[in-house]
């Protein structure tokens, strides 16, 4: 997949995702080395909770002087945060014991841990309130006039030579989201939903189909996979699906019991019927397969400890279910994994009756398009407004009649 990007965008921007992997940190390092080797030079982090070895690597090792003796930045990070304890974190240059613990390792030099200490960990904040997938449900209003404001103090304390930028991420769907971001002070916005819901998006058809069709109010939280133990929970979709219900069953028996064994016969029953559709123990001998070839040291400790063998089993689902919905697994539509926030009903609400109703007319450059120059369109009215000019109603909305994009 890195290959066929950078192929495809010889010239172009482009950037992979490193997601905070807090129960398997090797496997968010081998994710590190593969964007290094093949030369990836903007990543976005997400889900951190604390900054990690692995993401500092990645930075600092990007650092060098040029021939005029300043400071270049060559792999850029950006952070998607929802929380201020961790937007400081990545707004202040790398935590200067694992620059040394790196230099020690022989994996970056004096002069880039040196270097580290005058840029920031982050080029960019991402602003994520109520997005799909992980969040922290904060409403935008709130978190992002915070986040701006601590980015400014941090700022004035370091005197970076770049500024850090923030932007927001999660119910950015319509032009006056969007507009309504821009006016807070964000630098930029990012749509994620109404994206899945294009042509270019990895999603399955069905799920494309479950996504047009949402309302804002047709999600809900749910485990999620990768911090399950945690008890860290994401978005989906729940319009057309019971996965959050299953994984929030699953989740209730793993905080009830401490193993497999004490889960009541007619529970496990049920749970091999209606969500596994295989016996628990042929899980379990699929999932210890997997795990002896990527992780044996995990699956060691899966044998001596009950709940953590528990845990793993009901993660097979979790992992699952988001690989079915975008296959679009036959015969388990109900158990499609569809990460999604209340974004996608606003946004349907907004293009119902247009051409973009249907999902196979969806282009995400051509919704950009129209996002970006409704808020401009809606700009200008308000500025016209707050000037005196009376408006008629039907000349205060932006509504999008044709595509953006050349035939």
């Excluded at 998006?201 to 189909?209: D, F, L, Q």
């Excluded at 950009?368 to 700009?379: D, K, R």
Aim: proline residues 5%; contains cysteine.
């Amino acid at each position: 997949d890195i290959q066929h990007i950078q192929k495809e965008l010889p010239q172009g921007p482009y950037a992979f995702n490193l997601i905070h992997s807090p129960h398997e940190p090797s496997m968010e390092r081998c994710v590190v080395d593969l964007y290094l080797k093949y030369g990836v030079k903007t990543i976005e982090a997400s889900a951190f909770l604390e900054i990690t070895p692995n993401i500092v690597y990645y930075r600092a090792v990007g650092l060098s002087l040029n021939s005029v003796n300043k400071i270049e930045i060559n792999n850029k990070i950006i952070a998607k945060i929802s929380r201020r304890e961790v937007a400081t974190q990545f707004m202040q240059p790398a935590p200067e014991k694992i620059l040394r613990g790196l230099v020690s390792q022989g994996l970056i030099t004096e002069l880039q841990a040196k270097l580290a200490n005058k840029v920031p960990l982050a080029d960019d904040i991402t602003v994520e309130a109520d997005s799909g997938g992980h969040t922290d449900n904060r409403p935008l209003v709130c978190l992002l006039p915070s986040i701006i404001t601590l980015r400014d103090e941090i700022q004035a304390k370091y005197n970076y030579t770049y500024p850090i930028r923030v932007g927001v991420a999660g119910g950015i769907a319509t032009p006056g989201s969007a507009l309504a971001a821009f006016m807070m002070g964000a630098a930029y916005v990012v749509t994620g939903s109404v994206n899945q819901s294009c042509l270019e998006s990895g999603a399955s058809k069905h799920a494309k189909r479950l996504l047009s069709q949402a309302e804002m109010a047709d999600v809900m939280m749910a485990p999620a996979a990768d911090m399950f133990e945690m008890g860290v929970k994401l978005q989906v979709l729940k319009r057309g699906t019971m996965f959050a219900l299953r994984a929030q069953k699953l989740y209730e028996l793993y905080r009830n019991y401490k193993s497999i064994e004490e889960i009541p016969h007619t529970e496990k029953l049920k749970l091999e019927k209606q969500i596994f559709r295989m016996a628990l123990d042929e899980v379990w001998e699929v999932t210890a397969n997997y795990l002896s070839q990527r992780n044996p040291d995990k699956l060691g400790k899966a044998l001596n400890n009950p709940k953590l063998k528990m845990a793993l089993i009901f993660r097979w689902y979790l992992g699952l279910s988001s690989r079915w919905s975008n296959t679009g697994e036959k015969g388990r539509e109900l158990d499609y994994q569809i990460w999604c926030g209340p974004a996608m009903g606003s946004f349907n609400d907004w293009v119902r009756g247009s051409y973009l109703t249907s999902p196979e007319n969806r282009h995400v450059v051509d919704i950009a398009n129209h996002i970006m120059t409704g808020a401009a369109f809606l700009y200008r009215i308000q500025s016209l407004k707050m000037q005196g000019l009376q408006i008629a109603d039907q000349y205060s909305h932006y509504y999008p009649i044709s595509s953006t994009l050349e035939v």
